[in-house]
T-cell receptor, first 113, second 115 residues
């Protein structure tokens, strides 16, 4: 089945460690996105990528990094510089913007212990 | 840059009652507007979207929304809700800047349908 796969679903990290969240899509979509969700805050954009080997910062990029080496993959690294990383992270993609539906993965829960 | 305001953070209703979830966006020459639904611990699913044309948009699960340009609103409605409609609902607007496009979301409205 076509879709977006995020892994792991649940992840625990010690303070000071980097962690990478995986996002893979087999929808042949050009654009991919990472959002962070906190209770009562809605979704806030971390990074997005319109094409391979190119990406832009979103509204809350500090403490995060991404890469887009392949069309189907857009991993997100949460670095130790991120002050409050405990959150629900959502990956999304769309064939091309301009009104096309953006599809979301099932999300990854990151907890810093 | 675009912004979205969802006026109610929580909306409790009884089963079979009508519901309206309100959404206002910042004005722009043209906009694309979306409503998404999120069930607990899951990703978001598209309910409906407005791109152009008829201002009344029908979506899945019996939901509809009306685009009102003069009031910069895109309120979501359902004439009779079910227990299964209990979820969080997000309004979003497409923000185009410098050739790039991204979705800007509201903070969400938690709809609770009580028996």
């Amino acid at each position: 089945d076509g879709g977006i796969t995020q892994s792991p679903k649940y992840l625990f990290r010690k303070e000071g460690q980097n962690v990478t969240l995986s996002c893979e899509q087999n929808l042949n979509h050009d654009a991919m996105y990472w959002y962070r969700q906190d209770p009562g805050q809605g979704l806030r954009l971390i990074y997005y990528s319109q094409i391979v080997n190119d990406f832009q910062k979103g509204d809350i990029a500090e403490g995060y990094s991404v890469s887009r080496e392949k069309k189907e993959s857009f991993p997100l690294t949460v670095t130790s510089a991120q002050k409050n990383p405990t959150a629900f992270y959502l990956c999304a993609s769309t064939s091309s913007p301009s009104g096309n539906t953006i599809y979301f993965g099932e999300g990854s829960w990151l907890t810093v212990v | 840059a675009q912004s979205v305001t969802q006026l109610d953070s929580q909306v409790p209703v009884f089963e079979e009652a009508p519901v309206e979830l309100r959404c206002n966006y910042s004005s722009s020459v043209s906009v694309y507007l979306f409503w998404y639904v999120q069930y607990p611990n899951q990703g978001l699913q598209l309910l409906l979207k407005y791109l152009s044309g008829s201002t009344l948009v029908k979506g899945i699960n019996g939901f509809e929304a009306e685009f009102n340009k003069s009031q910069t609103s895109f309120h979501l409605r359902k004439p009779s809700v079910h227990i299964s409609d209990t979820a969080e609902y997000f309004c979003a607007v497409s923000d185009i800047q410098g050739g790039s496009e991204k979705l800007v979301f509201g903070k969400g409205t938690k709809l609770t349908v009580n028996p």
